[in-house]
T-cell receptor, first 116, second 111 residues
Framework: AAGVIQSPRHLIKEKRETATLKCYPI?????VYWYQQGPGQDPQFLIS???????DKGSIPDRFSAQQFSDYHSELNMSSLELGDSALYFC???????????????FGPGTRLTVL | QKEVEQNSGPLSVPEGAIASLNCTYS??????FFWYRQYSGKSPELIMS????GDKEDGRFTAQLNKASQYVSLLIRDSQPSDSATYLC???????????FGKGTTLSVSS
């Protein structure tokens, strides 16, 4: 079965640089979520999109922005990178409905961002 | 503040034993409950979802939900060394919103 695709899988940036992470949800899934997981931490919700509109916002820094496109893929744009942004960034998607078994989130393999 | 609490472990069990993982949550409005398994450096992998009070079984895994006590648990029967991982309890307050994760319980199954 098709899974969530994320690219790139690994990214190394310098402080103050910018980075763009991409997420391709499971086909026919209409909701995309972004999470950040620091070393030894649990995943922290950043932002989500439903049908190309922002649906929920968590602890996303103002330096970060995201959007969902007409083909449902999503991009997380990160500017003025700081050392503390080094983490695993996961994208998850869920199918239409949002109730019962359809609200399950399926995670992609993640992008490991290292800021030097 | 919506919180999800888990014992961090490590929880050590011998191969073939039952592993019991527990989770409590703070928000009574929570509707959906999930258990994910995560290997080091990998993404969370869904094990089970549960929405109604009672037990839900899937193979060697049984999830239990008690909304009155705000408690969710996961039982792993016939534990295998390959089950050694961090188990994340996740709670969703309402449809369309984020998962709130516990800090995870590290399970170690010895052969």
């Amino acid at each position: 079965a098709a899974g969530v695709i994320q690219s790139p899988r690994h990214l190394i940036k310098e402080k103050r640089e910018t980075a763009t992470l991409k997420c391709y949800p499971i086909p026919r899934h209409d909701t995309v979520y972004w999470y950040q997981q620091g070393p030894g931490q649990d995943p922290q919700f950043l932002i989500s999109f439903y049908e190309k509109m922002q649906s929920d916002k968590g602890s996303i820094p103002d330096r970060f922005s995201a959007q969902q496109f007409s083909d449902y893929h999503s991009e997380l744009n990160m500017s003025s990178l700081e050392l503390g942004d080094s983490a695993l960034y996961f994208c998850a998607s869920s199918p239409p409905g949002g109730r019962g078994d359809t609200d399950t989130q399926y995670f992609g393999p993640g992008t490991r961002l290292t800021v030097l | 503040q919506k919180e999800v609490e888990q014992n961090s472990g490590p929880l050590s069990v011998p191969e073939g034993a039952i592993a019991s993982l527990n989770c409590t949550y703070s928000d009574r409005g929570s509707q959906s409950f999930f258990w994910y398994r995560q290997y080091s450096g990998k993404s969370p992998e869904l094990i089970m979802s549960i929405y109604s009070n009672g037990d839900k079984e899937d193979g060697r895994f049984t999830a239990q939900l008690n909304k009155a006590s705000q408690y969710v648990s996961l039982l792993i029967r016939d534990s295998q060394p390959s089950d050694s991982a961090t188990y994340l309890c996740a709670v969703k307050y309402q449809a369309g919103t984020a998962l709130i994760f516990g800090k995870g319980t590290t399970l170690s199954v010895s052969s």
